[in-house]
């Protein structure tokens, strides 16, 4: 299992001078990903040459390869903007019973591979998307946290579904959908801080992944608030990835009312875990990734 010791201390340094009440920017969560996802290469390639070197893989075999190319940091500066987007509830007996803000920092748009000029957004399988963003001090978001992620997003996308069939996992699916994000992003595309969503659905972490091992669950596709295409589901199996699909991360650590916590104990903690997950406390988020991720 992949912990969190290095990457927490690291960011608890930079957050700590986000105190109680304060508010938290960008910067903040900036620091995150600045010491976790490693540099990108000089010579990396962009998006186009990497999908074009998959084109007829799919499933574990595509996979393989972005997930190389992902973890030697080929990935566009913009992502690595983290953006903060905040969550309030009840929290029982922490702060005395008053409501409590998490503030979790995600990537602006869906993973992908390539430049800020050549990029191309990589849908993967379950297995492929824990690894990596356990690998670089990530999880994967809860349906709750999709939720929060939609309603603060500044760029909000009508979906743009594709008609169903075999060709959906295909590469040249994916990247026609790609295509169709790009346009409706526009001159907006790539803008550092601007919060996009509404483009894909979200592999998600959930308690069914417990009581449904080999599976993969995806929630989202958002059309408005509280409106999603896809209710959580575990339909598809682990390895499972389709054009509509997105591997949305969310830095390990997080803050509470303004203080650095790993993520993975608000999502357990019984006083907090309601703020974060609409399905109650989710144990060891950080072993569910790892076992999720062989």
Not at 30 to 50: D, E, K, Y
Not at 111 to 137: C, H, K, Q, W, Y
Not at 145 to 165: C, F, H, K, T
Not at 173 to 183: E, G, P
Request: glycine share 12%; with cysteine.
């Amino acid at each position: 299992m992949i912990g969190t010791g290095r990457f927490g201390m690291a960011l608890a340094a930079g957050l700590l001078m986000a105190g109680p009440g304060l508010a938290v920017g960008a910067a903040d969560c900036g620091l995150a990903a600045a010491r976790t996802i490693p540099a990108r290469p000089v010579a990396a390639p962009g998006g186009s040459a990497v999908m074009a070197s998959v084109e007829t893989l799919r499933g574990k075999e595509r996979d393989a390869v972005l997930e190389r190319q992902l973890l030697a940091g080929n990935i566009p500066a913009f992502l690595r903007d983290l953006v903060p987007v905040t969550l309030t509830g009840p929290a029982g007996g922490r702060a005395g019973g008053q409501p409590v803000q998490v503030t979790i920092c995600v990537m602006p748009d869906y993973l992908a591979v390539g430049s800020n000029r050549d990029f191309v957004r990589t849908p993967l399988g379950l297995p492929a998307a824990a690894e990596i963003a356990l690998r670089m001090g990530f999880l994967l978001p809860t349906p709750k946290m999709v939720d929060a992620i939609y309603a603060a997003a500044r760029i909000r996308l009508q979906p743009q579904p594709m008609p169903a069939g075999d060709q959906m996992t295909s590469t040249d699916y994916l990247l026609r959908h790609d295509r169709r994000v790009d346009a409706q992003l526009g001159a907006r595309l790539g803008l550092p801080e601007e919060l996009v969503a509404g483009q894909k659905k979200d592999v998600v972490m959930t308690n069914r992944l417990r009581a449904h091992p080999g599976k993969v669950a995806i929630y989202g596709w958002h059309r408005g608030a509280g409106d999603p295409i896809q209710p959580l589901s575990t339909v598809h199996q682990a390895i499972y990835a389709d054009y509509s699909h997105g591997i949305r991360l969310v830095s390990a650590m997080a803050l509470v009312n303004g203080r650095p916590e790993p993520l993975a104990e608000v999502m357990q903690d019984p006083a907090l875990a309601a703020v974060v997950s609409g399905e109650g406390p989710i144990a060891d988020a950080m072993g569910l990734m790892a076992a999720v991720a062989e």
